[in-house]
């Protein structure tokens, strides 16, 4: 079934009958800070919620995010298709994106990805990481492409800003780079662009879904790009919407950081990444004087505005 998205409003004029069932998930743990959001964020998605099957998989969790994912559930559940929450105990260290975690990081993600896609039973599956606030009309324009791997995208930055440096869409044939796989940043704007590889949103039909060689393994770039490589070793071609950008909340103090506009961003001492502020109210937030969620190597995400 296909459909043009122009409005909520004519979207309800549909039949609903002929929608295809959606699944909507991702393997989460450790999110208080956003999780409300990131809730409220798929409950305003346009589309009939008797469509939509919500799968959470929660690993390790031990900061109430699962308590909140649980009420969610008591409140809403006669709304949807479905809200499964599966507990998923996997011993691993906590994410803070620095050399020396990222390859037990990876490797655990790829199993906890795997267990999830190979158990969709709807039409799709749109797999959403658990920090990202997605736009109310991403599934339906996702859908409307129709193609069988289409992504969204987001910045890799701390900063929404459309056009990001560091998009989530990433190539190596299409570009000739010497360098491998690499962010693709020459691309059109509101357009669907194939691409060779990407993650965080995108939405997969139940064919690959149900495809066992389209798997997730380690990478040390991620799990999503042996997820992208496989896909198309078995002749899918993957697609960004390059005019769906989603808010990607990287850090915990993301917020109050491009609120009160950082005058001394992230800075290297030892080959660390430590953030340093210059606030009025630092006495207030002591905790932003050092903040471990960020990759080792990268430069300064956080700009000056």
Not at 15 to 27: E, F, Q, S, V, Y
Not at 37 to 53: C, Q, T, V
Not at 149 to 160: E, K, Q, T, Y
């Amino acid at each position: 079934m296909v459909f043009n998205y122009v409005s909520w409003r004519i979207l309800s004029m549909i039949d609903i009958n002929n929608l295809p069932t959606i699944t909507i998930g991702c393997p989460i743990a450790n999110r208080a800070y956003l999780i409300d959001r990131f809730l409220d964020a798929i409950y305003n998605l346009e589309y009939p919620k008797e469509k939509i099957k919500l799968f959470f998989l929660i690993n390790n969790c031990n900061d109430g995010t699962d308590s909140t994912i649980k009420k969610f559930r008591i409140r809403n559940e006669k709304q949807y298709l479905a809200i499964n929450i599966e507990t998923y105990k996997m011993k691993f260290k906590a994410d803070k994106r620095v050399a020396g975690y990222r390859n037990e990081i990876y490797t655990r993600l790829a199993e906890l990805r795997n267990y999830m896609k190979f158990k969709i039973d709807t039409d799709y599956f749109l797999s959403l990481d658990s920090d990202i606030m997605i736009q109310s009309n991403t599934l339906i324009e996702l859908l409307n492409t129709q193609k069988d791997i289409i992504a969204s995208v987001i910045n890799n930055d701390h900063i929404l800003r459309p056009y990001s440096q560091y998009p989530n869409i990433r190539t190596n044939l299409l570009i000739d780079s010497p360098k491998g796989i690499t962010h693709y940043l020459d691309f059109p704007l509101d357009s669907v662009v194939e691409v060779d590889y990407t993650g965080a949103v995108y939405l997969l039909s139940k064919a690959v879904c149900e495809n066992k060689n389209i798997k997730y393994e380690f990478d040390v770039q991620g799990e999503d790009i042996p997820f992208s490589y496989n896909a198309r070793k078995e002749g899918y071609k993957l697609y960004a919407h390059t005019g769906l950008w989603q808010y990607h909340i990287m850090c915990e103090y993301q917020n109050y950081c491009i609120e009160n506009k950082c005058q001394n961003p992230c800075v290297f001492y030892g080959g660390n990444k430590i953030y340093r502020y210059k606030y009025h109210d630092n006495e207030t937030y002591p905790n932003l004087l050092k903040c471990p969620h960020l990759v080792e190597g990268e430069t300064s995400l956080l700009k000056n505005q």
